[in-house]
């Protein structure tokens, strides 16, 4: 086991991709297998001592960042145990990272279908935030992929389940046995959407057990292990990036394209396309949207798809002419990496304005979406705000990125936030598709659910983390923990 202590080289754990600032802690652990794992917990269970669990440290939300008491590090619980092309299953510690799984893989002819887009995201982090990816228009999110979870306790139990182990209901008692003991565990009654959310506990009547332990954000366990389901890789993936001359013209295209078998059907917005513009200029200059979709495909009907994709187009004006189309992975990695422009091009700004940016990550319904993107519109246009739109349009999941450059536009992004939140949550949307609440979307996760439901989460994590040390102000804040316990 590794312990280090030296500011400079700790520091490291206190950021992530948030831009959350002012993070501490006094040690960061490093343990390389179980029993280490389950000391540090006892010690720290029993000195009450908070604990943050770190993964790949690509997470948006706060998640990861300490404040206060110990972090453990997963780094170093990374083995790759085994890779079954039979079963299509690997048994997986959580430190690994999602790119050397990957390529691990891709020697068998095996992927990891939900791909979560940032490849340095440790397994357990994408567990932990129930991730999803660009593909997660055909193959949903990391829930889907998980058939069983080694989970450590803050008491030093290990909760070992299997998909299909044990079914629990809302509103009930659920007693779940240990080695030793049995524990009691009151499961929520609140209902969620019906559409894809990382927004809170996962609670469904009749669900899966397994499916509490998958987006709780490093409050209920530590996770050591899992079984993940594989798929094998496709004959063929083509890719197209295609422009259009108007907005309605993408989302006429998108309502089309839904019925086809696209893997991941994706939206840039004209902001997104002249941001990108100063690096790439090819990009035609009457472009007010583009649709970046790929398809999977066996040779034998490669033409058959690429026609019918091309009909499509055309029935919805896409800019044909100027449009991208690649079916090498060479070509495929150079539009990945236009996709992967966007992100680096926003950072660029936050860096230049020295400010924050504002970015959501909430989902709609899809009959709503038109409703909710024409919200988003006005109200940036009204608020004088600089922007950019894009994100999983296949699933109605836009991810509007505020970009302030005082802090007066800041505060401003902040209110024009909790003004979509309202109206995502009275359409019947989520405050988080895919990102988790971490420790800056707590407002939006009471407006979602009320406090009441935010109160049956903390008495859940209670029930699992008895001593309440783990993920502290994750999901919900600290403070309902001390108000339960009194
Ligand atoms: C450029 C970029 C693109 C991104 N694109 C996407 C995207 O398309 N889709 C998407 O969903 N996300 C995306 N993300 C966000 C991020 O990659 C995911 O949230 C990812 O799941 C975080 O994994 P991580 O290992 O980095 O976790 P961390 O940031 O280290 O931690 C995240 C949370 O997981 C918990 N955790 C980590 N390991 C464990 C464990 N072993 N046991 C229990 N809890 C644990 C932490 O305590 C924390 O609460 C993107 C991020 C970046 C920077």
Redesign the pocket.
């Known amino acids: 086991m590794i312990i280090k202590t030296d500011p400079d080289i700790i520091k490291g754990y206190f950021e ?2 948030s831009g959350l600032l002012g993070g501490y802690a006094d040690k960061v652990i490093l343990p390389e297998n179980e029993k280490e794992a389950r000391d540090i917990l006892l010690e720290a269970s029993a000195k009450k001592i908070p604990v ?10 706060g ?2 960042i300490p404040f206060g008491g110990w972090v453990i590090a ?1 780094e170093r ?1 990374n083995k790759i145990i085994e890779i079954n092309d039979k079963t299509l299953t690997a048994t997986l510690q ?2 690994v990272r999602l790119t050397e799984l990957e390529n691990e893989l891709s020697k068998k002819g095996l992927t990891y279908l939900p791909d ?3 490849p ?3 397994l ?6 129930n ?4 593909k ?1 228009f055909k193959y949903g ?1 990391t829930r889907n992929y998980i058939k069983r979870l080694k989970i450590l306790m803050s008491t030093g139990d290990t909760i070992n389940i299997k998909r299909g182990d044990y079914f629990i209901n809302t509103g009930a008692i659920f007693p779940l046995r240990l080695k030793d003991k049995e524990i009691k565990i009151k499961i929520p009654d609140y209902s969620m959407p019906e559409i894809k959310t ?1 927004a809170g506990y996962y609670i469904k009547n009749h669900m899966d057990l397994l499916d509490l332990f998958i987006g ?4 209920l ?4 292990e899992a079984d993940v389901a594989l798929g094998k890789k496709p004959e063929g993936i083509m890719s197209f990036f295609s422009f259009f001359l108007s907005e309605d013209d993408a989302i006429s295209f998108v309502k089309d394209a839904k019925t086809y078998k696209a893997m991941s059907l994706e939206y840039m917005d004209a902001n997104s396309l002249s941001l990108l513009r100063t690096k790439y200029p090819n990009i035609p200059k009457c472009a007010k949207g583009l649709i970046y979709f790929e398809q999977d495909y066996k040779k034998e009907f490669e033409s058959e798809i690429v026609d019918s994709w091309t009909k499509l187009l055309e029935k919805h004006n896409a800019l044909m002419e100027d449009s991208y189309f690649a079916d090498s992975d060479k070509e495929r990695a150079k539009l990945k990496e236009l996709r ?1 422009a966007l ?1 680096d091009a926003v950072n660029e700004i936050v860096k230049k304005n020295k400010m924050p940016k504002v970015g959501t990550d909430i989902a709609v319904p899809d009959k709503c979406f038109k409703e909710m993107l024409k919200f988003y519109k006005e109200k940036l246009a009204f608020s004088g705000i600089d922007y950019v739109v894009f994100g999983h349009i296949g699933e109605s999941h836009m991810h509007v990125n505020m970009l302030p450059k005082t802090e007066e536009e800041f505060k401003k992004s902040r209110l024009t936030y909790m003004e979509f939140v309202k109206k995502a949550v009275a359409l019947g949307g989520t405050v988080s598709a ?3 609440i ?1 420790k800056l979307k707590h407002p939006f996760l009471e407006i979602m659910y009320g406090k009441a439901n935010l109160k049956q989460m903390a008495l859940l994590k209670k029930s699992l983390d008895p001593s309440c040390i783990l ?1 502290l102000d ?1 999901i919900f804040p600290k403070e309902l923990l001390t108000q339960i316990l009194q």
């Open positions: 992530d991709y943050t669990i770190s993964g790949g440290g690509t997470g948006v939300t998640a990861r997963t619980l959580s430190g979560p887009t940032e340095n995201a440790f357990g982090g994408t567990i932990s935030t991730a999803s990816g660009a997660g999110p990382a709780h954000e490093g409050t366990g530590l996770i050591l992967h992100p895919e990102h988790g971490g993920g994750n």
